[in-house]
């Protein structure tokens, strides 16, 4: 009676996988206290992260736009003893660049935690843990570069707190949940040794795709930083286009190349996905050469903080990034390609997923 108890137990359960009309992901039904928790825990720092930022935006922003309006407003105030920092335009100040850069990543951050979560994505929820440590230190060390004084000062010492509190909780829950996950990717590849290597190098292959937009659209970015003014007229069209090439090359090679496995279709990504390595390393040396530039204070900011010294440590740190990541996107690139034909084909996607296959 006892095993019959909980043979019925076990059939009642709700099925742990769900097919979508787009992609296979977990039953909500069955997650665990400790997934519940750290999807609560995601969602309450990204919508933090995104206020303090969007408050952040708005409060820049709010500064007059042009070197007339800040020189008058200088003007009045060195009449009463001195000029008024808070004149200075938004193209005055790296904090709105960066507070831009912020919600773009956020969007990514997003998307690797939720997809991590219901796919059991391992590798986008080391993503998703990798942008935390970024988060953290990049406020951790705004903080400590350019306090700021008054409400600002404030606000930042708010949002360093905040993001100091959740940014190890996200980092403790999510690795226990890493640990954990498998079991979705079992029932859709199967006991297959080879094969669930072959999906797991798939997978991280996709990941790399969707990281190298990332990358790509930061790079723009900080590219256009202080209204564009470090770029040229030839590079203010060409780069937006890099862009949309990037982002349509990994729409492309995420859903049909990869899902359906167009073997001869696949070596059109390998020079397209070139493009963003070479403007990386264009980057590199356009910063190197125009550094002075970055370096340098516009004559209507009135104060030290006019320079972009970071942005261009930034920016090349991406560009080198991107640039140290192209042979192992390509090194996976060509394994995934390697494995077509060999049972992944549609794994994950619209189609019913099987049983496990023992």
Known sequence: MEGVRRSSVVLSQPPYVVNTPVVTIRNVSRFTWLEWTYMVVVILSILAVFSLSIKSLVGISEGPTNASACASSCVNDVLQGG????????????????????????????????????????????????????????????????????STYIFKLLRLVAVGFTAPLNIFLGLIVWRRMGKLNFLMVGCIDSLMKAFHIRSSFVTLVVFNVELMASITTLAFARNSAFLSIAEMVVLPMVLCLTILLAVFT?????????????????????????????KIINVAIEFHDYKSTPDHCSTPEGNYLAVAAVLLLACILGILAYPAIITVACITHHNFGKGLKNIGGKKEVPLVRC
């Open 254 to 282: 995420v859903l049909i190349l990869v899902r359906y496995e167009w073997r001869k279709t696949m070596f059109l990504y390998y020079p397209f996905s070139t493009i963003t390595t070479i403007y990386y390393l264009y």
């Open 83 to 150: 000029c008024d920092k808070s004149c200075d335009s938004w193209t005055c100040k790296e904090d709105f660049i960066f507070a831009v850069l912020l919600l773009i990543n956020l969007v990514f951050c997003s998307f690797y935690a939720i997809d991590g979560l219901f796919r059991e994505r391992g590798f986008e929820t080391l993503a998703y843990l990798l942008g935390v440590v970024a988060v953290y230190l990049y406020v951790g060390i705004n903080f400590v570069r350019n306090p700021g004084t008054g």
